[in-house]
């Protein structure tokens, strides 16, 4: 299903992302693409709310954002890079590993992540790298590096 972006920007929607990614609630972690590079980089937000489930577990007295989870949401914005490339075969790609991935500051409900991505390289047309960040009021709190794997 092909995609059209917003003319501002090159934005997508949560209704444009939920047609390229196949998350659905509890996973969906992307709300909004606000910069978009077809085959080269987005940025994305994922607003962070008291109301997601992880929070009833993580911590109760203190809830903490699941650094697991943090990654994951970059992972989903690096997905939204792969799944626009158009040179690509059509089909499931799924997250296959992470690099040098480091968190540097806890995140809380209701901060907002930003998150950058950029394509680092396709190979084979199968497996694909992206750099990832996310930022939270202009502070770093997680890089490293995502890989994806076309799944047969």
Do not use: W
Not at 73 to 98: C, D, E, K, Y
Not at 121 to 135: L, N, P, Q
Not at 140 to 149: I, N, Q, R, T, Y
């Amino acid at each position: 299903m092909e995609q059209k972006l917003s003319s501002e920007n090159n934005q997508l929607s949560s209704e444009n992302i939920l047609g390229l990614l196949p998350h659905r609630y509890p996973f969906a972690l992307v709300d909004k693409v606000i910069e978009h590079i077809p085959g080269e980089r987005a940025v994305a937000v994922k607003n962070v709310t008291i109301n997601e489930p992880q929070f009833q577990g993580h911590f109760p007295e203190r809830p903490l954002m699941p650094g697991v989870l943090i990654v994951e949401s970059m992972a989903q914005v690096g997905g939204i890079i792969v799944t626009q490339m158009p040179n690509l075969p059509r089909g499931l790609f799924v997250f296959a590993g992470i690099n040098n991935v480091k968190f540097r500051k806890p995140v809380v409900p209701g901060d907002q992540l930003i998150i950058s991505c950029e394509l680092l390289s396709i190979k084979r047309k199968r497996f694909g790298k992206v750099k990832g960040e996310a930022h939270v009021n202009g502070q770093l709190v997680c890089a490293g590096e995502l890989m994806f794997s076309l799944v047969d």
